[in-house]
């Protein structure tokens, strides 16, 4: 099933095309969180980052990096996010792997309200060796 990014990638619906390789685009988003707020997305369908083949991973992170910098020189930034969501409860909402830049700058009001936890005595290790018996 075609998303809205693989109708853009088509030329069915217009879109701001910021840079373009032979398998990854870099759009303006539509609706950003501070304008310039850019997209990376592989020209081919994957739901989620998981499903990326890590033969493309290289391309994807060299194309975000080449659009963070002229974000970065465009706009004089002192910082920026590059992030992806992936699954419907992290906030994804177009099945259709991408990564975001988007500017920011001092006083935006965009903030990470985090519970952060602490591990009990011994748990930092139960949990990574957990993690490291499943890393393929």
Same mark, same amino acid.
């Given at each position: 099933m075609s998303?809205? #990014?693989?109708?853009?990638? /088509?030329?069915?619906?217009? &879109?701001e095309i910021l840079?373009?390789?032979? /398998?990854?685009?870099?759009i303006i988003d539509i609706m950003p969180i501070h304008y310039g707020h850019a997209l990376v997305i592989p020209k081919k369908e994957y739901k989620n980052f +998981?499903? *990326?083949?890590?033969s493309e991973l290289g391309e994807l992170i060299t194309v975000t990096q @080449? *659009? &963070?910098k002229s974000l970065v020189k465009t706009f004089n930034l002192e910082? #920026? /996010?590059f992030f992806a969501n992936n699954g419907e409860v &992290?906030?994804?909402s177009v099945f259709h792997f991408h990564i975001h830049i988007t500017p920011r700058y001092s006083n935006d009001n965009i903030s #990470? /309200? +985090?519970s952060l936890k602490k591990y009990a005595d011994g748990q930092m @290790?139960? *949990?990574a060796d957990k993690i490291r018996a499943n890393i393929v």
């Open positions: 998303t809205i #990014f693989t109708k853009v990638i /088509n030329r069915e619906i217009p &879109a840079y373009e390789t032979d /398998n990854v685009i870099s +998981l499903e *990326v083949p890590e @080449k *659009v &963070a910082g #920026f /996010n &992290a906030g994804q #990470f /309200n +985090l @290790k139960d *949990v």
